[in-house]
Nanobody, 124 residues
């Protein structure tokens, strides 16, 4: 059973930074992808950034390019999302998810396993 545990959310002022962590366990294949998604109140869940474990390729939503960076520490089985220059519109619950499709495209329905989410609030 795949388990994903997010941490690192919180309240930050606009322009500030946060780093989210996703500790993964129970992944039994090397061909998987880990993604970060977010859902703001009244909005659909959207892909933020995803990484393929097989070749470390990455994808970013246009809204976060240049500000967010996804990375992984395979030894710790942890994926990070470094978020810089945060904006009030980044406020959302952020979820970590795992996909056995293995690609970097952040397609929501390809992700079967989800963490509980962590709240990120950016004040103006």
């Amino acid at each position: 059973e795949v388990q994903l545990v997010e941490s690192g959310g919180g309240l930050v002022q606009a322009g500030g930074s946060l780093r989210l962590s996703c500790a993964a366990s129970g992944v039994t294949t090397d061909d998987y992808a880990i993604g970060w998604f977010r859902q703001a109140p009244g909005k659909e869940r959207e892909g933020v950034s995803c990484m393929s474990n097989s070749d470390a390729s990455t994808w970013y939503a246009d809204s976060v390019k240049g500000r967010f960076t996804i990375s992984s520490d395979n030894a710790k089985k942890t994926v990070y999302l470094q978020m810089n220059s945060l904006k009030p519109e980044d406020t959302a619950v952020y979820y970590c998810a795992a996909s056995t499709y293995g690609n970097r495209w952040c397609i929501t329905y390809e992700y079967d396993d989800w963490g509980q989410g962590t709240q990120v609030t950016v004040s103006s």
